[in-house]
């Protein structure tokens, strides 16, 4: 994904090798006092303390502590659709069965959930948690299109009377219980023992058994790790 034309108004780009170092530790350590500490709790004083730069450095890439959150909605999602198109044609799809295509491609989708729960407590403390960034909603309908796209490939293995539509329910139905996940809506005790990798095995499960209408076994699916930028 290219960076939309606004986040130009919100960082002075760095010319020189010296000042990009400082505007990844100045980003670096925003990401992690507010993960800390909150949107609140992380001042321009503490963030440039913890990047061991000047406030005046701070100043001389952003006017305030409002334009670098906006710039860290913006970049985390973009970096986000980078490795997303990177994996996408770097990684043999069509070697891959319907029933690893399918366990993957969950797996995917629990990364992102995973990774991006940094992003939502940023947006969530900020605006409120109906909101998201509109570099957010476009990852989201990027991976969700591509999705499509790789199942349907398979189409004949989809029994149900409109295959893009079975495809684009799994996809909501995964993404929508990883959303209560995350916000500690599923109040049952089984689930609260499961790992990403059980939430993996169980949610492709799902999604099979529906897509073949109980007619395929679940598969291990990848080991495809797409969304090592947030750590």
Known sequence: MESPPEIDELVRSPRQDRSRKTLNRIVNAALALIEEKGVDG????????????????????????????????IQ????????????????????????????????????????????????ESRRGPESSSAAARSFDRKLGADIRELLLRHEERI??????????????????????????????????????????????GLCLAYLTNGAAAPSEGGQMDFFEIWG
């Open 42 to 73: 992380a001042s321009v004083q503490d963030i440039t303390r913890r990047a061991r730069a000047s406030v005046g450095s701070f100043y001389a890439r952003f006017r305030g502590k409002e334009d670098l959150l906006r710039y860290l909605e």
């Open 76 to 123: 985390l999602w973009t970096d986000a659709g980078d490795s997303w198109a990177a994996a996408l044609d770097e990684h043999d799809w069509n070697a891959l069965t319907f029933e690893e295509l399918v366990a993957t491609l969950v797996g995917v989708l629990v990364q992102v959930h995973r990774a991006g729960a940094r992003q939502r407590r940023i947006l």
């Open 159 to 204: 029994d149900r009377p409109d295959p893009g539509r079975a495809v684009d329910l799994c996809v909501a139905t995964v993404r929508g219980t990883l959303r209560l996940r995350d916000t500690d809506s599923l109040h049952a005790a089984s689930l609260e023992e499961l790992d990403d990798e059980g939430w993996e095995k169980a949610l492709a």
